[in-house]
């Protein structure tokens, strides 16, 4: 992408004046944080009232007051959702006021540019604006409505109208959303501050008085090779996702050519036909949505499937048990699949069969995949291709120690759903460092519809530190 000359300068590592605040990452929360940080203000309409009693008559207090600068914690007490962060809850509850209860109320925000307000920032991302969502298989619906995927003041089925496509079953495809994240940043005239192919290798800092300053280095990829980059900042914001690194068995075995850990590997070997309904089964490790999909595409080309989990089936922990019906027929499909066949009854479905309870040993080099069931039975398959979905690990090896330090439990393994960065739950600043900040998945939180609360905590607490600052 194209960037000013100022951006430039900035870039071209010349310039010694630090930015107030660089974001890594680009995806929706990256997308979200720049237009709070470029002078769009959200205050409550005049004549909105909103649904939750005790909300509205908070709201009510402060009456021309912009939400950034009242107070989170006090505004978003007593909010219950899904999804522990009071702030995100308190966010999507004045963009989308009713949506747990099956409603479509307006959001009870109106947005004013001011730009005096506005934040001088960078957006560094290794793809276009809307960061992985530019990898995932074009054609997939998403798992959540398309109007959970907006961000403030466009609404994704108005965009979607425009472009002359009806949401079916009120979900995107992953493309259309790829492409709405794009065409947010071009509508809201963000797009100065964004940088694409940009690769970030190192976050280091000193603490000189009063307060931090960043270093932030890396490289563009340019058709004409690397051209590094150095960057100084008062704060930095981590908003790179999850889906870097995929998670591993730790097997032996897991290494070999046939063992793959990504959909994509799949969607290649049919395309080539390396893969063909009269093959040895592909074997699908994992019982979250990734697995699911992989099913899903499988039968779709009429690939036999043995997949394999180590849950029960009916362990609530398992996604399936927490999703609505009503929208997520198809992966209700492959639970009901799960369920009913395991290995040891006859088939309803041709061509699938589940492992429940099952831990894989070990993958032998002749394609076959050793199992160890419940009561220490050990079963060999032979298969053609595998995939192990089982999660993905975020890649902060650009931080000092890799970011074990800023985890929850600095002993464990950083992990959206088990360890996430600790942040303060109302500014998202790490409890660790001053001037860091965490949001999305790497603080815990996993929907695009709960990622924006994080994006308006640190905004908050952003524009009141940079505020502060003497001329």
């Not at 994240?181 to 190192?202: C, E, I, P, Q, W």
Request: overall charge neutral; some cysteine; charged content about 20%.
């Amino acid at each position: 992408i194209a960037m000013s000359s100022s951006r430039k300068n900035h870039l071209g590592a010349s310039s010694s004046e630090p930015l107030p605040v660089i974001i890594v990452g680009n995806g929706p929360s990256g997308i979200c944080l720049s237009y709070l940080l470029s002078g769009y203000t959200p205050y409550v309409k005049p004549d909105a009232v909103h649904p939750h009693p005790l909300l509205q008559r908070k709201l009510t207090e402060a009456r021309g007051v912009s939400i950034l600068d009242q107070d989170l914690d006090y505004l978003s007490e007593g909010l219950e959702g899904r999804c522990q962060s009071p702030v995100a809850l308190l966010f999507d509850a004045l963009l989308r006021p009713d949506t747990d209860f099956g409603g479509n109320m307006e959001s009870v925000l109106t947005w004013k540019h001011q730009a005096e307000h506005a934040l001088p920032h960078l957006v560094l991302g290794r793809n276009l604006p809307g960061g992985a969502w530019h990898s995932i298989e074009g054609s997939m619906v998403t798992l959540s409505q398309g109007e959970w995927m907006g961000l403030p003041d466009l609404e994704v089925k108005d965009w979607l109208q425009k472009k002359r496509r009806g949401l079916r079953n009120s979900r995107a495809t992953a493309g259309d959303i790829a492409h709405y994240y794009r065409d947010y940043v071009v509508k809201k005239g963000l797009g100065h501050n964004f940088v694409s192919s940009a690769v970030v290798t190192a976050v280091e800092w000193r603490t000189p008085d009063p307060s931090p300053l960043f270093q932030v280095s890396g490289f563009l990829t340019r058709d004409q090779g690397r051209q590094p980059f150095s960057l100084w900042a008062r704060n930095v914001v981590l908003a790179t996702g999850t889906f870097d690194s995929p998670a591993r068995l730790g097997v032996p075995g897991e290494a070999l050519p046939f063992v793959h850990h990504e959909l994509s590997a799949l969607e290649a070997a049919t395309r080539v036909g390396a893969v063909t309904p009269a093959s040895d089964p592909v074997l699908i490790i994992g019982a979250g949505l990734s697995a699911a999909d992989a099913v899903l595409f499988a039968r779709h080309y009429n690939l036999p499937v043995i997949h394999a989990f180590r849950r029960a089936v009916d362990d609530p922990d398992l996604v399936f048990n927490q999703l609505p019906k009503m929208l997520y027929p198809e992966y209700h499909k492959v639970h009901q699949m799960m369920r009913e066949q395991s290995i040891l009854s006859p088939s309803p479905y041709e061509g699938y069969r589940s492992l429940p309870r099952h831990r894989l040993l070990l993958f032998k080099e002749d394609r076959q995949a050793v199992f160890q069931d419940l009561e220490g039975v050990e079963k060999v398959f032979g298969v053609s291709l595998v995939l192990v979905l089982i999660g993905s690990h975020p890649d902060l090896s650009f931080l000092p120690g890799a970011g074990a330090d800023f985890a929850v439990d600095p002993d464990q393994p950083l992990s959206a759903k088990r360890n996430p960065f600790d942040v303060d739950p109302f500014t998202y600043q790490s409890t660790r460092q001053e001037g860091l900040y965490a949001v999305g998945p790497l603080a815990g939180d996993n929907f695009v519809r709960f990622v924006q609360g994080g994006a308006l905590a640190v905004a908050s607490s952003l524009l009141r530190k940079e505020t502060r600052k003497p001329p």
